[in-house]
């Protein structure tokens, strides 16, 4: 079956950098998404990877190994605004997306 | 639209009744996607649909869901005999399809069966 790993939840100080892993077993693989979604809101689109490597862009960055079937999303000097849900999703051979359940990340001052 | 709209957003509903979700896509956007969100939880995907291919079913969790997509365009989403575990937030998010393409998500209808 098709499977989305992330941590449930993790905490962090304001200014300080916090890394969400995000490993995947799909068939097929045709890009990783991450999403943001904060309380009672809908997901919105952060970043894509579909090569192996590091994107960064501004304070948040991903990065994606597909030989190991594995993605992280970085975030620094973290502000009290970041505290959200973080989705990780993948796009299998049939350009369905498969979610992960999320990553709750707690911002503490 | 400039963005995914979804009505209703509040929908409270007596057990046995049926409801219909819509979702208007962002205009031009070929693939449109249905997820169920309980409280604290991932997203549950649905419904999948694609241009004019038949639609991705696989997550209809009964038969007392279904979905429409007329003219490549709006779509809504019907569940009869509604049952409590039926309370979710139903998310409907659009893209334009094809191989990269990132969803926009619209803002929800948050559906509770009393």
């Known amino acids: 079956g098709q499977n989305i790993d992330q941590p449930t939840e993790m905490t962090a100080t304001e200014g300080a950098i916090v890394q969400i892993n995000c490993t995947y077993q799909?068939?097929?693989?045709?890009?990783l998404f991450w999403y943001q979604q904060h309380a009672g809101e809908a997901p919105t689109f952060l970043s894509y990877?579909?090569l192996d490597g590091l994107e960064e862009k501004g304070r948040f960055s991903s990065f994606l190994s597909r030989s190991k079937g594995y993605s992280y999303l970085l975030l620094k000097e973290l502000q009290m605004k970041d505290s959200a849900s973080y989705l990780c999703a993948v796009r299998d051979s049939n350009y369905q997306l498969i979610w992960g359940a999320g990553t709750k990340l707690i911002i503490k001052p | 639209g400039a963005g995914v709209s979804q009505s209703p957003s509040n929908k409270v509903t007596e057990k046995g009744k049926d409801v219909e979700l819509r979702c208007d896509p962002i205009s031009g956007h070929t693939a449109l996607y249905w997820y169920r969100q309980s409280l604290g939880q991932g997203l549950e995907f649905l419904i999948y649909?694609?241009?004019?291919?038949?639609?991705?079913k696989s997550g209809l969790p009964s038969d007392r869901f279904s979905a429409e997509r007329t003219g490549g365009s709006v779509s809504t989403l019907t569940i009869q005999r509604t049952q409590q575990e039926d309370s979710a937030v139903y998310l409907c998010?659009?893209?334009?399809?094809?191989?990269?393409?990132?969803?926009?998500f619209g803002q929800g209808t948050r559906l509770t069966v009393v």
């Open positions: 649909f694609q241009g004019n291919s038949a639609p991705d």
């Open positions: 799909t068939s097929g693989f045709n890009g």
């Open positions: 998010a659009s893209s334009l399809g094809g191989f990269i393409t990132e969803a926009f």
């Open positions: 990877n579909v």
